[in-house]
Nanobody
């Protein structure tokens, strides 16, 4: 069973930076692609960034590219989300999702495309 554990969330001032981590365990990591999603109160869970099993291909939601960077450690684990120049729209619960490699060709996709989720880590941006 795949397990995902996120960490690194917290409070940050607008314009600041934060790095989130997602640790994957349970199955062969390279056979899964991972993504970061976020969900603000009362809103849907929206995709932020995606990375393939080997870390070669990355995709970003249009509004994130340039400010957020997804990466994997040299050992492929954990997966990071570097958040720079955050604004109030960045306030949300951030979730790490994973799906098997046979379903990864579609890129970032939507939340229902992912079969595994972590418990989330909260990010709050203050003025």
């Amino acid at each position: 069973q795949v397990q995902l554990v996120e960490s690194g969330g917290g409070s940050v001032q607008a314009g600041g930076s934060l790095r989130l981590s997602c640790v994957f365990s349970g199955y062969t990591l390279i056979n899964h692609c991972l993504a970061w999603f976020r969900q603000a109160p009362g809103k849907e869970r929206d995709g932020v960034a995606f990375i393939t099993g080997g870390g070669t291909f990355k995709y970003y939601a249009d509004s994130m590219e340039g400010r957020f960077t997804i990466s994997r450690a040299n050992s492929l684990n954990p997966v990071y989300l570097q958040m720079d120049s955050v604004n109030h729209k960045s306030t949300a619960m951030y979730y790490c999702g994973a799906r098997h490699i046979i379903r990864c060709s579609g890129g970032l996709g939507a939340a229902p495309d992912y079969g595994y989720w972590g418990q989330g880590t909260p990010v709050t941006v203050s003025s």
